[in-house]
């Protein structure tokens, strides 16, 4: 049975975030104070596989709310930026949060497709996204769009998307967690959310599964970099045990009202991810193939020279620290972009 087509994705898209717009920055504990700052340019840092350097234009697709763009602004990896996205919902979003932190005159948005960007060649020095690239219908022409777009030389990264198998191996602990849930709201004291059965929250969940496009082998990632005439094309994988453990636990909590579970809660959780975190860092995503992760980054540079950036130091432990806003448990998937 055929799939959706590329319009009905494109249309499904545009729907489901422009509702989740309103409350899309709660719901993932976004924070553009320092924390959140750290946590926007270790990923970066992380995909690139590199130092940051300061770039003087930087292109988002699939912006969402502006989490990655307003933190690279904020910290001096960006000096401008263009955030993109196919929800004016979502842009509206980003621009009143651009205006609250005074950044309104160093960020621009456009609403367009990543396939057909109005935007003139060789104009970034940076091109980013964060869980996008799986929502896109025509990844070969986007990644088209991207070189075209991008100055000779200039750098480009991608996180957050899914792969193949590690989406698989998700699903485990989230049907578990749902199993033993009733149980667990029992024991921490919590009733069960209300809301969680309404029928209009089921119809935006399953719109997930329209707007959730590709779930990619590391060979295929790579392959649309390469294929739209890209050097030093870099794919890696993130998040295996720590990203079972916070799957689990936002399962267990999407299930209940949260103010009614007790902070020891998110303390455990926050504190076992970290755990995790480190052990995937250090363990396992050194010794293990890509493909098994939960996330998939990508990166690759232009062909050329004269991208405009300037190698920046920064502190390694503020590179490597994450931290979340209290009362929910840090996301595996952290789900910035349209």
Do not use: C
């Not at 763009?69 to 401008?80: D, H």
């Not at 755990?275 to 493909?291: C, H, I, M, S, T």
């Amino acid at each position: 049975m055929a799939g959706p087509s590329a319009d009905t994705i494109k249309d499904v898209n545009t729907r489901y975030h422009d509702v989740a717009a309103a409350d899309y920055d709660a719901k993932w504990g976004i924070s553009y104070e320092p924390d959140g700052q750290a946590q926007v340019t270790g990923k970066l840092r992380k995909a690139l596989g590199a130092p940051l350097a300061t770039y003087e234009r930087a292109l988002e697709i699939g912006a969402g709310t502006g989490y990655f763009s307003l933190n690279l602004l904020r910290a001096g990896v960006v000096e401008q930026a263009v955030a993109t996205d196919i929800s004016q919902g979502m842009l509206d979003a980003l621009s009143a949060s651009a205006a609250d932190l005074g950044l309104a005159d160093r960020v621009e948005t456009v609403r367009t497709e990543a396939e057909r960007l109005p935007l003139p060649d060789d104009s970034f020095d940076l091109i980013f996204g964060h869980a996008v690239l799986h929502h896109l219908p025509d990844l070969d022409a986007s990644f088209r769009e991207f070189r075209r777009v991008l100055k000779p030389g200039g750098v480009l990264a991608f996180a957050g998307e899914p792969s193949h198998y590690g989406d698989r191996l998700a699903a485990l602990p989230k049907r578990a967690a749902l199993t033993v849930a009733p149980a667990w709201r029992r024991v921490v004291g919590a009733g069960r959310r209300l809301g969680f059965d309404d029928p209009v929250e089921q119809q935006a969940h399953a719109l997930e599964h329209v707007v959730d496009v590709h779930a990619f082998t590391p060979n295929e990632l790579g392959g649309f970099a390469r294929r739209a005439g890209f050097e030093d094309v870099r794919v890696a994988g993130e998040e295996l045990v720590a990203g079972w453990f916070g799957w689990a636990n936002r399962t267990l909590e999407s299930t209940a009202e949260l103010k009614q579970v007790p902070n020891l809660w998110f303390q455990y959780a926050y504190r076992g991810y970290r755990a995790l975190k480190v052990v995937d860092e250090r363990v396992l995503e050194p010794r293990l193939p890509a493909a098994i992760f939960y996330n998939l980054l990508v990166s690759a540079r232009a062909p050329g020279s004269g991208g405009r950036s300037r190698t920046r130091r920064m502190n390694g432990a503020a590179l490597r620290s994450e931290t979340w806003e209290s009362g929910s448990t840090p996301s595996p998937s952290f789900h910035s972009g349209s």
